[in-house]
């Protein structure tokens, strides 16, 4: 998700300052490169050893006396993303005054990217009207916060003022990035390979595991999009993303046709079914009876139902071949859709079930191809390509 991004850490001195050890390591496993910048009371309560072990480059303290020239613009200059966490009251208020004598405000103050603040402090704090008064002037400046929640405090008290969850800080700090592009769209995605039912305890079934599906659900609720998420493989959670979970073709033709009527965009991902058993027997078929007959039928075509829809949405379609994407070039007029995205199945690494994918991306204007890269990637680069062409 931060893959390839240079997120700025700044600790500030309260007790939540052990928090931002683990914000830190969640930051670097989501593919982020991070530097920290401690300020004397942060290392009152954490050790700059274990930032740097996390980090793998030691924290920054001073603005003054290093070896580096100037620090603080050096820093903004190298960071997509500043996250402060905790926040202490005061470095708020030296950052609603825009006071930059030490490294942290210093470095806020010469940045002009996004900003993301998790306050952390006892409720009396939080509430005082000169931390209000920050806290307005802040948001006012586009700072984005976090939190904090109410719970458990240091010194055994409880109320409003805990840090947010590092989990939600980081989400914070990915939303941010993006700058919610996708706010307003509602979006609708179909995931997973359908099962059609033999008898009541096997099925027809695919190799879809719905990754890919679910990383496009993800990207774009975390860039602003209100998501229905028809799927069936376990699902993501997000508070933008309502799940319907199903299992058979017309269980999600059902539940995309009723999703997409008035949807902005709708992303096909899953791997459907052509065919399903016309009869599924009412109970198991057993081994004596000898190997059954089993007459197949189509499924609903569940694409062409949301393409015939008027107004249509944008529509996304996929088509997972084998031996080449070449065949998959005709599909785009044939399925009618805005945007066709092929992979093919069978080369090792990518794919059902992978954490990476390759694809040819065919559109109006041409073809591109995406070489391997996580499906994460793939969503995003997937949604700036619908962002440019509905804006056309
Ligand atoms: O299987 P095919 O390559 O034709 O699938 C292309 C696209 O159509 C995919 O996006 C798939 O999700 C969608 N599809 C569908 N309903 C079907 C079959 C395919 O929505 N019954």
Redesign the pocket.
């Known amino acids: 998700m931060l893959g390839g991004r240079s997120v700025l850490l700044g600790v500030t001195g309260g007790v939540a300052a052990f928090k931002a050890a683990y914000l830190a390591r969640r930051l670097v496993e989501s593919g982020a490169t991070v530097r920290v910048i401690m300020t004397r009371a942060s290392l009152e309560f954490i050790g700059p050893q274990t930032m740097a072990a996390i980090t793998g480059s030691p924290p920054y303290t001073e603005l003054f006396g290093t070896e580096t020239v100037s620090p603080h613009t050096e820093l903004a200059a190298w960071a997509d993303v500043i996250v402060v966490a905790p926040a202490t009251a005061a470095t708020m208020a030296r950052m609603a005054g825009g006071e930059s004598d030490d490294l942290l405000v210093a470095t806020i103050l010469a940045f002009t990217g996004p900003v993301v603040v998790a306050p952390a402090m006892h409720t009396e704090m939080w509430e005082h009207p000169a931390t209000r008064r920050n806290v307005t002037v802040l948001a006012a400046d586009g700072i984005h916060l976090v939190g904090p929640v109410p719970g458990p405090l240091a010194g055994g008290d409880e109320g409003m003022g805990r840090m947010a969850e590092p989990e939600a800080i980081l989400e914070a700090v990915i939303a941010a990035l993006h700058g919610g592009d996708l706010a307003g769209w509602s979006v609708v995605v179909?995931a997973g390979g359908?099962r059609e039912p033999v008898d009541p305890v096997r099925f027809l079934g695919n190799r879809s595991s719905g990754k890919m599906g679910n990383a496009i659900a993800l990207t774009a609720a975390r860039r602003g999009a209100a998501v229905t998420l028809v799927t069936t493989a376990p699902a993501p959670t997000h508070p933008r993303i309502s799940v319907v979970p199903v299992d058979t073709?017309a269980e999600?033709?059902a539940a995309?046709w009723e999703a997409a009527a008035g949807c902005d965009v709708a992303?096909?991902?899953?791997?459907?079914?052509?065919f399903r058993p016309a009869e599924p027997a009412p109970t198991k078929l057993r081994r004596a009876d000898g190997p059954p007959e089993i007459r197949l039928e189509?499924?609903?075509?569940?694409?062409?139902?949301?393409a015939a829809l008027q107004p249509r949405p944008f529509l996304?379609?996929?088509?997972?071949?084998t031996g080449g994407t070449a065949a998959?070039a005709g599909?785009l007029t044939a399925?009618g859709?805005d945007v066709?995205?092929a992979n093919d199945v069978t080369t090792p690494g990518i794919g059902f079930g992978a954490d990476s994918n390759a694809v040819t991306v065919f559109t109006a204007g041409g073809s591109e191809e995406w070489p391997r890269q996580s499906k994460d990637a793939i969503a995003n680069r997937l949604w700036d390509l619908v962002v440019r062409a509905r804006s056309h």
Request: cysteine-free.
């Open positions: 179909s359908t073709a999600m033709a995309v992303v096909f991902a899953a791997a459907v079914a052509d189509s499924t609903p075509d569940i694409l062409a139902g949301v996304v379609g996929f088509a997972a071949e998959a599909k399925k859709v066709l995205v």
